[in-house]
């Protein structure tokens, strides 16, 4: 079946612009994550949501993320007036339940100029 | 201080041999624990659970050392194929709560196995 996927792929943008990424999760997965991975550095946490619960909103860096999850199925990452420590690859994962495997995505790779 | 602290390596090995190497986290209330692979420029995969006693999967063998706070991966008879960072995960949670939530990612072991 169709896995976990994100759009788009790359993205370049300019300092200050806002940019959304999106993921579409397995179907039928209740949980969704959100990561950031940079150079040579290990996954950050970004935000959780599970089911219609209150998304777990602990790992975003800024206010400039936000993230949502419409009708518990795709999401959007939104960052507003990129800065350059912002260009990472942006990852994905979905899980059947909270406590299954996790299955990511391929990731969004931001470059912020 | 990271939650999560993996040796960065690389670990050059050779075909046939076999690699160990630990992952330290400092959040004694941690209670599950997962080693993810990850290809160069690709996603994590889920590698193995790590349970308290220990297990085994094929060539993969996972410790837990809640005393030290550290868990390892064992890999015999290295292929190719194994080259790849391991990346360490931790989370607060345990595998029987509704949600195991935020996952801690290690910055990944990588190995290298070479002919």
């Known amino acids: 079946g169709a896995g976990v996927s994100q759009s788009p792929s790359n993205k370049v943008t300019e300092k200050g612009k806002d940019v959304e990424l999106r993921c579409d999760p397995i179907s039928g997965h209740t949980a969704l994550y959100w990561y950031r991975q940079s150079l040579g550095q290990g996954l950050e946490f970004l935000i959780y949501f599970q089911g219609n619960s209150a998304p777990d909103k602990s790992g975003l860096p800024s206010d400039r993320f936000s993230a949502e999850r419409t009708g518990g199925s795709v999401s959007t990452l939104t960052i507003q007036r990129t800065q350059q420590e912002d260009s990472a690859v942006y990852l994905c994962?979905?899980?059947?339940?909270?406590?299954?495997?996790?299955?990511f995505g391929p990731g969004t790779r931001l470059l912020v100029l | 201080r990271k939650e999560v602290e993996q040796d960065p390596g690389p670990f050059n090995v050779p075909e046939g041999a076999t690699v160990a190497f630990n992952c330290t986290y400092s959040n004694s209330a941690s209670q599950s624990f997962f080693w993810y692979r990850q290809d160069c420029r690709k996603e994590p995969k889920l590698l193995m659970s790590v349970y308290s006693s220990g297990n085994e999967d094929g060539r993969f063998t996972a410790q837990l050392n809640r005393a030290s706070q550290y868990i390892s991966l064992l890999i015999r008879d290295s292929k190719l194929s194994d080259s790849a960072t391991y990346l360490c995960?931790?989370?607060?949670?345990?595998?029987?709560?509704?949600?195991?939530?935020?996952?801690?990612f290690g910055a990944g072991t990588q190995v290298v196995v070479t002919p």
């Open positions: 994962a979905s899980s059947l339940t909270g406590t299954q495997t996790q299955y």
């Open positions: 995960v931790v989370s607060e949670r345990g595998m029987t709560t509704d949600s195991w939530g935020k996952l801690q």
